[in-house]
Nanobody, 116 residues
Framework: QVQLVESGGGLVQTGGSLRLSCAASGSIFRSSSIGWYRQAPGKQRELVAAITTIGITNYSASVKGRFNISRDNAKNTVYLQMNSLKPEDTAVYYC??????????WGQGTQVTVSS
């Protein structure tokens, strides 16, 4: 079983940047694709970016070109660099194992708020 801890969220102005971190415990991390999800108030949780064990990435249309997902297997950590942030990016961000569907228990998430 892998445990996931998200961090790095905060309050930022439109156009700003943040880097989120997803730290994982458990040996399964290095053999798992990892996805970043977000959930805005009143909306369903959505997958915004994912990365395979060898670094293949995929992004939702809403963040493509602005967000970059990367991983450091030596540190058991996946990052989400978010640039050119918009108010509609405001959400709680979560990470999870899996390429297109979540396979592990959810962590507590990290709040990202983008002010206009």
């Amino acid at each position: 079983q892998v445990q996931l801890v998200e961090s790095g969220g905060g309050l930022v102005q439109t156009g700003g940047s943040l880097r989120l971190s997803c730290a994982a415990s458990g040996s399964i991390f290095r053999s798992s694709s990892i996805g970043w999800y977000r959930q805005a108030p009143g909306k369903q949780r959505e997958l915004v970016a994912a990365i395979t064990t060898i670094g293949i990435t995929n992004y939702s249309a809403s963040v493509k070109g602005r967000f970059n997902i990367s991983r450091d297997n030596a540190k058991n950590t996946v990052y989400l660099q978010m640039n050119s942030l918009k108010p509609e990016d405001t959400a709680v961000y979560y990470c999870n194992t899996g390429w297109s569907l979540p396979l592990s228990s959810w962590g507590q998430g990290t709040q990202v708020t983008v002010s206009s």
